[in-house]
């Protein structure tokens, strides 16, 4: 069974940073890639940034770009988001996903499989 648990979030003030993270279980993690998703309230679900099996190859939502980091620790069955300069905007529940294959396809065909967390909530205040 897989299971995908994100912690990390909190309340910041714009302009600081946070560190989500999302522990695997059920699943060689290190096969997989992985991808970030967030959704604000009253809107969609959308995609943050996603990363290949090793973390040699990333892909971003060009609003993240540049403040936004993905990664992974495939030792320890962990992604990573670290976001900084965070803005109002950010504000979201952040989820994880991971995908059956190792590439990135699924994220840029938007292809996305049904293995979700439950989510971290992200706050940022003016």
């Known amino acids: 069974q897989v299971r995908l648990v994100e912690s990390g979030g909190g309340l910041v003030q714009a302009g600081g940073s946070l560190r989500l993270s999302c522990a695997v279980s059920?699943?060689?993690?290190?096969?997989?890639?992985m991808g970030w998703f967030r959704q604000a309230p009253g809107k969609e679900r959308e995609f943050v940034a996603a990363?290949?099996?090793?973390?040699?190859?990333?892909y971003y939502a060009d609003s993240m770009k540049g403040r936004f980091t993905i990664s992974r620790d495939n030792a320890k069955n962990t992604l990573y988001l670290q976001m900084n300069r965070l803005k109002p905007e950010d504000t979201a529940v952040y989820y994880c996903?991971?995908?059956?294959?190792?590439?990135?396809?699924?994220?840029?065909?938007?292809?996305?499989?049904?293995?979700w967390g439950q989510g971290a909530q992200v706050t940022v205040s003016s």
């Open positions: 996903n991971t995908d059956d294959s190792a590439g990135l396809g699924a994220y840029y065909s938007e292809t996305y499989s049904n293995y």
């Open positions: 990363i290949n099996w090793n973390g040699g190859d990333t």
């Open positions: 059920g699943r060689t993690f290190s096969m997989c890639a």
